[in-house]
């Protein structure tokens, strides 16, 4: 239809332009016979260049405002002080207000060099014809400069491309022959492709029915003895890094510096996560980018708690936005009950009544996403459910709706590190991604490149604790290990034939053939993994030298860099009370006052083991 649409608006362009054209043709033939008789008196102004090569003696100097080197007659030496220079291009009013004075002047006393440059960057021209033919589409701009545009419909060939009407197929097709016929649709079967890699048969109306689900030993793989120890010494060597307060921020079990580890590259390329993300969609959207987004490495004795959702409830409510963007994530600790996700099941079912009554309490909030601390009250909790735990073990991931409510348990009593992988929808220009205000598809694939933080989140808000200023030096990436998973870091577009291969194995119908494909990506994603360890221990041994965590990961961790480190110590005895309660996160809306002071004086004992910790880390 847009093509039928744009073939017509072209052919209606011109016929508009042929109404004139043929009486163009007579006037341009009329106005040169008068300008060949005005050019016999015009030329007598322009000066001649003489044949004869002048002595050192005989040469005079002439007035550059009175008789221009390059050609161009006495008169015209206001007018060339104005023509703009080349690869300078002018604004249409300024470039029509030079074609008339141009017009006054008459063409045929400018050299050809400026008369080229005026139809250039006054109007746009294409300018690499003779002068006779360049004088000649001039007077028809002239005739009809009231009216450009339909002239540059008309007259497409006459105009550089950027000059061109945007909805002239000429314009859009640039130097190509031929319009591409439309996009290859791909459509496949949801619940068959979620049901299959899951690895079991109800999976899918778990998943609608709770609007979440726990899949264990997705990531059994990368959890084997031998791989999982190079794991840990990773995440340990960006807690070595990483201060402990920022800003008189905690960190709250959150590393806010980790966002291209090894591990975090393999996970987000791996071909079965992505097959359950984009089986899980809605939209059923294929085109899918992984947000870069830090890493949780929780220690005992640190505050974890929190009760929201991912996305602004309102516009949800009244738009559906932001109902496409499935959420997951992979535990690399086997979890209970005490260290884990709360989630409200089936809340994807309730949520509009639930706001509906959130407005009449007058708790509406707009932003970019719903702390439901406040709002979710008891009588809430009765009618829609409570927040309940939904452990993990090691190698699992979840994976919800965004309409699921869903938080932390309040105070870590182990160690529990997660990994967030946030695939995120590309729309089919391949630039604007599933939250209009978020980065785009060209942005993101740049951070992945570069290996640098975002500057905003999924959501489109700029990070509320901050983000990292620099480029962490102790990282490389990992090669190459399949199409699909370049097109998930934005090393490939989704169009790219052989990524819409891999994809269409991955999603297809054959089972069998899906599964041999996601094993062999998986091998070699293991292999590359193994191969860039050593150049990451390398990597941040040169980069830190003497502060260097594989230096002193036995020992004690030398002072941070940077005066507020030598501050925070004057004063930690000073503000050691307050920090247990100012830049607190709250727990939870269902815990009662009496149970914060057992959290508060459990707490103070366990933050000493926590900081204990760190220093042996």
């Known amino acids: ?11 209606n362009n011109q016929t508009q332009i042929s109404d004139f054209m043929d009486i163009d043709e007579e006037y341009i033939a009329n106005s040169d016979r008068g300008e060949r008789q005005d050019e016999e008196i015009d030329i007598e102004e322009v ?10 003696s005989t040469a005079r100097p002439r007035s550059t405002a009175e008789v221009p080197q390059c050609g161009c007659a006495a008169i015209c030496s206001a007018l060339v002080s104005q023509i703009p220079a080349a690869g300078v291009q002018l604004s249409e009013r300024e470039g029509l207000e030079l074609l008339e004075w141009s017009h006054d002047l008459r063409w045929s006393n400018l050299c050809h060099n400026h008369l080229r440059r005026l139809a250039g960057g006054g109007l746009g021209m294409i300018t690499n014809v003779s002068k006779k033919e360049l004088k000649k589409r001039l007077k028809l701009i002239f005739r009809h400069r009231a009216d450009l545009s339909t002239v540059r419909a008309g007259k497409p060939r006459y105009f550089r491309r950027g000059s061109r009407p945007s909805n002239s197929t000429t314009a859009r097709l640039g130097p190509y022959m031929y319009e591409p016929k439309g996009m290859y649709i791909f459509t496949f079967d949801s619940k068959q492709v979620f049901n299959r890699f899951a690895g079991r048969a109800d999976a899918w109306d778990i998943f609608q029915e709770h609007g979440t689900i726990n899949l264990n030993n997705v990531f059994d793989y990368i959890v084997k003895p031998e791989i999982f120890k190079l794991i840990e010494e990773e995440f340990d060597m960006y807690l070595y890094h990483l201060r402990e ?5 905690k960190r709250w079990g959150w590393m806010r510096h980790m966002f291209y580890s090894l591990v975090q590259q393999l996970v987000r390329q791996d071909p079965v996560y992505y097959a359950l993300m984009a089986a899980a969609r809605p939209d059923q959207n294929t085109w899918l980018i992984c947000y870069p987004y830090y890493v949780k490495y929780q220690l005992e004795g640190e505050k974890t708690g929190f009760s929201h959702l991912d996305i602004n409830v ?10 496409n963007i499935i959420q997951g994530s992979l535990s690399l600790d086997d979890e209970d009950e005490q260290n884990c996700t709360l989630v409200v099941p089936g809340f ?37 459910g409570k927040l309940v735990p939904v452990p993990c073990k090691r190698g699992a991931v979840r994976i919800s709706k965004p309409e699921i409510l869903h938080g932390s348990t309040p105070v870590a009593k182990q160690v529990r590190r ?11 220009d391949h630039q604007t991604l599933d939250m209009k205000e978020s980065e785009t598809w060209s942005q ?37 290990t399949s199409c699909v998973g370049d097109a998930l870091v934005g090393a490939r577009r989704w169009d790219d034939i052989q990524v819409q291969q891999e994809r269409n194995i991955l999603l297809g119908p054959d089972d069998k053939s899906a599964l041999e494909l996601a094993e062999n990506i998986r091998e ?27 230096r002193n990961k036995d020992g004690p961790r030398p002072a941070a860099d940077g005066v507020e480190s030598s501050l925070a110590s004057e004063n930690e005895d000073s503000i050691e009370g307050e920090e247990l309660i100012e830049n607190e996160e709250p727990i939870e809306d269902a815990e009662s006052n009496e149970d914060a002071e057992s959290i508060e004086d459990e707490e103070s004992i366990e933050a000493e083991d926590s900081k204990s910790k760190r220093r042996r880390v």
């Open 1 to 11: 239809m847009a093509e039928e649409e744009n073939y017509s608006q072209d052919q």
């Open 47 to 56: 000066p001649q260049r003489s044949k004869r090569k002048r002595t050192a």
């Open 245 to 249: 307060e920022l800003d008189g921020q």
């Open 314 to 323: 309102d516009e949800f409510v009244k738009t559906g936005r932001g109902g």
């Open 348 to 384: 994807h079912r309730h949520i509009h009544e639930w706001w509906e009554r959130v407005k009449q309490r007058k708790q509406d909030t707009s932003s970019y996403t719903t702390n439901a601390l406040k709002s979710y009250l008891s009588a809430d909790q009765k009618d829609f």
């Open 418 to 428: 997660t990994l967030f992988n946030w695939p995120t929808g590309i729309r089919a």
């Open 444 to 480: 993101v694939a740049q951070c992945h490149q570069s290996m640098v933080a975002p500057m905003k989140s999924t959501s489109g808000e700029g990070f509320r604790y901050g983000r990292p200023s620099i480029h962490f030096p102790g990282v490389t990436k990992l090669r190459t």
């Open 524 to 550: 070699r994603l293991v292999k590359a993994y193994l191969e860039a360890v050593p150049f990451v221990r390398m990597a941040e041994t040169r980069a830190y030298q003497d502060r260097s965590y594989f």
